[in-house]
């Protein structure tokens, strides 16, 4: 298959997802590619929002487009920066609290389904707290990567992938690690302990989903 025909079958898959995310009251969005993502981040969502303040939920996606640096240097928003892993432990917590309480929180999903379902696994859970409730609106970047037809195969990615990948890049001291695949282990160093199944957004549109036609995190 030729690189145009795999970038047009995503295409159409991917409006066919936004059609269904757009039905279960989210607010979703195409982008080509990363800078067409932030393109939409900047005019779609932050103009008509106008956040005072922002934060993050813990994703390779944001901060390898870009985004994460550009809000850092954003004037007039207060970016309250979760991702600085130089902090000491209890400032690390405290600015995931007060993450919870900005305008705008980006992240991004660890699997949605072709029913529009968002399917996410959180090790600390301020992740999936803000994708929740907290923060004004919420924003997800996801790759088409992260995109699966159902919530069995949502559960498999997230479980025999993202989290065994995510502990390999953070050097984790789990099972996983080894074999591969997921142990269902009681390490002290487990990052899987809050899953979360969004089905609708609640208000309509406070969860808007930048969908982006590349591979882009795990
Ligand atoms: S439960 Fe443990 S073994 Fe399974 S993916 Fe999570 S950290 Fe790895």
Redesign the pocket.
């Known amino acids: 298959m030729s690189q145009q025909a795999i970038e047009n079958f995503w295409q159409g898959k991917l409006q066919n997802l936004q059609a269904k995310l757009e039905k279960n009251n989210f607010k979703a969005w195409i982008a080509s590619d990363q800078n067409q993502a932030k393109s939409i981040f900047w005019q779609d969502i932050v103009k008509p929002v106008n956040p005072q303040s922002v934060s993050f939920g813990g994703s390779m996606t944001v901060v390898n487009s870009g985004l994460y640096e550009e809000l850092k240097s954003a004037k007039g928003i207060k970016c309250i920066d979760t991702y600085d892993t130089t902090l000491p432990k209890e400032e690390f917590i405290e600015r995931r609290r007060q993450g919870l309480l900005t305008d705008l929180f980006i992240t991004s999903s660890n699997a949605l389904t072709m029913e529009g379902q968002l399917v996410n696994l959180d090790g600390m859970g301020n992740r999936v707290a803000g994708l929740t409730f907290g923060p004004v609106h919420c924003v997800l970047l996801v790759g088409r990567n992260k995109v699966v037809d159902d919530l069995d195969l949502a559960v498999d990615r997230v479980?025999e992938y993202a989290?065994?990948v995510n502990?390999l890049r953070l050097n984790?001291n789990?099972?996983?690690t080894k074999t591969m695949r997921?142990?269902?282990?009681n390490?002290p160093d487990?990052?899987?302990n809050t899953w979360v199944i969004t089905e609708k957004s609640f208000p309509p549109e406070r969860v808007k989903i930048i969908l982006i036609n590349e591979d882009l995190g795990y």
């Open positions: 479980k989290a065994p502990c984790k789990t099972p996983c997921c142990e269902d282990c390490s487990r990052i899987c």
